[in-house]
């Protein structure tokens, strides 16, 4: 129950403070659709950030020393940060809109289009590859907030809500929903934010009252800006749980609209909404990100067992016969079940110890891998390369697959001339027969011969035959 709910308030709470960003640009008139790409531009500054202080002694002595206070301090200035690019990049949005009255939901359009590009160019410079990561440790064992953290002892119970509220928690998590809680109050129970829904249910008649409608626009705009850029920097250091910028926010700006229409524009409807959309994104995610070990880090040190066994948990086989006036007919079918294998190797990559071997793949890869050509996000099968790619060939439930078979093991067919006929030429029988061994295998695994202990098919398959004689009794 513990982890259920920490996963869930970690993917409700971005949703949250981001679906309110939508909910204070709506009711000052304008419809911000770009909360995806101000998240994506506001996850990429808070990294950079942290980044760029990670550059200073004086913060790496603070980590060193163990010093948690300052180092939730320099969380809380980056969620500024954040939050300031995220009002700055908001304002194309605002001028757009107000001033050039263009249409908001093709200039909403073309901010989400323009963060993700924008993004990954400076990362490109930046770091010189497709992901800004901070430079040393992670999101964790920078900000996370643990029993450890507080000088409390790693063994010792805090009940369940010590456990769940107070351990492996990011400060972040909280500021959030007491910032939802006071723009909430903001927007429903004082004079600016009833200024402010005049604006954007009845323009004509707020402008009357002199109000500014403009400023009322940019106001409502830039915070919404502003909370979609916190947004994205939570996302990235709580949700991503690496504290890393992708040009990608899997989506959540779109989500947090949805989580915006379904509580009706409404602060509490949204709370609990988002804690619904959150808690199935934490099922839909909890299996992959389960901290197996406890450590507060989903790492390669919690993985666990997944699949069968190489060795069949189940063998069996069963045959028939049949005799009918001198006719017979007999089969024998043997199978496995219950068995699985991590498919791996040259033959699905291209890479080989032995130069020999490099290029000798398959023609099921040849022909559905990832190419220039092909830039299919769903290839079944990775770009070829000569040497070897780790992250194509870790262990996992993609490339586990299931070897259980039926196999036709033996069919054999015979006719048994007359006695009447081979008595005469000396013989008590003659029979005739054509039999045949391997004759068909059913099974999912079509790569090669399932019933190979193998990872990549390097070894003689089972071979078919058919053999056709005669047996002469005397």
Do not use: H
Not at 100 to 122: C, E, H, K, S, W
Not at 134 to 160: E, P
Not at 171 to 190: E, N, Q, R
């Amino acid at each position: 129950m513990t982890f259920l709910i920490q996963q869930t308030l970690i993917y409700a709470v971005p949703l949250m403070i981001v679906a309110l960003a939508g909910v204070f640009a709506e009711r000052s008139g304008i419809i911000n659709l770009a909360l995806e790409g101000i998240m994506v531009f506001g996850a990429f500054i808070g990294v950079w950030f942290v980044r760029i202080l990670q550059t200073s002694d004086a913060i790496l002595s603070l980590k060193q020393s163990g010093n948690w206070v300052a180092l939730q301090g320099v969380e809380l200035l980056t969620m500024l940060v954040a939050a300031a690019f995220g009002a700055l990049f908001s304002l194309l949005l605002s001028f757009a809109s107000i001033n050039l009255r263009a249409d908001q939901t093709i200039g909403g359009t073309a901010l989400n289009l323009m963060a993700p590009a924008l993004v990954l160019f400076f990362i490109r410079i930046i770091a010189n590859q497709n992901t800004l990561q901070m430079l040393t440790g992670d999101a964790a064992s920078w900000f996370m907030i643990k029993k450890s953290t507080l000088g409390i002892d790693k063994s010792a119970d805090l009940g369940f809500f010590g456990e769940t509220f107070i351990n492996k928690v990011y400060l972040a998590t909280y500021v959030c929903i007491l910032l939802f809680i006071i723009l909430s109050i903001l927007l429903y129970k004082t004079r600016f934010g009833l200024r402010l829904r005049a604006c954007g249910e009845n323009p004509q008649a707020a402008d009357s009252l002199g109000i500014n409608v403009y400023k009322m626009r940019y106001a409502g705009t830039t915070i919404s800006g502003a909370l979609a850029g916190m947004g994205g920097f939570v996302y990235a250091l709580t949700t991503a749980n690496n504290c890393a910028s992708t040009g990608d926010v899997a989506g959540f700006g779109f989500l947090a609209l949805a989580v915006m229409i379904f509580g009706n524009w409404k602060p509490v409807n949204i709370a609990v909404s988002s804690l619904l959309f959150g808690l199935f994104k934490c099922i839909a995610a909890s299996y992959a990100s389960i901290d197996i070990n406890g450590d507060g880090v989903v790492d390669t040190f919690d993985k666990v067992a997944i699949g069968y066994t190489t060795i069949p948990e189940i063998n069996y086989g069963f045959g028939a016969s049949l005799n009918w006036k001198g006719f017979d007919i007999s089969v024998f079918f043997s199978g496995v079940a219950n068995t699985t294998r991590i498919i791996s190797g040259f033959n699905l990559f291209g890479q080989a110890s032995n130069i020999k071997r490099s290029g000798q793949i398959f023609a099921d890869v040849a022909e559905k891998r990832w190419t220039l050509d092909n830039q299919d996000p769903n290839a079944p099968y990775p770009r070829l390369a000569m040497k070897k790619v780790d992250n194509n060939q870790q262990a996992s439930t993609y490339w586990l697959r299931d070897m259980s078979f039926l196999r036709l093991k033996n069919a054999e067919i015979g006719y048994t001339l007359p006695r009447a006929w081979t008595k005469k030429a000396g013989f008590s029988a003659v029979r005739f027969y054509v039999q045949g061994v391997n004759l068909l295998t059913f099974s999912d695994f079509k790569l090669w011969d399932p019933e190979l202990s193998a990872s990549y098919g390097n070894q003689y398959p089972q071979v078919r035959t058919v053999t056709i004689g005669v047996n002469l009794n005397f």
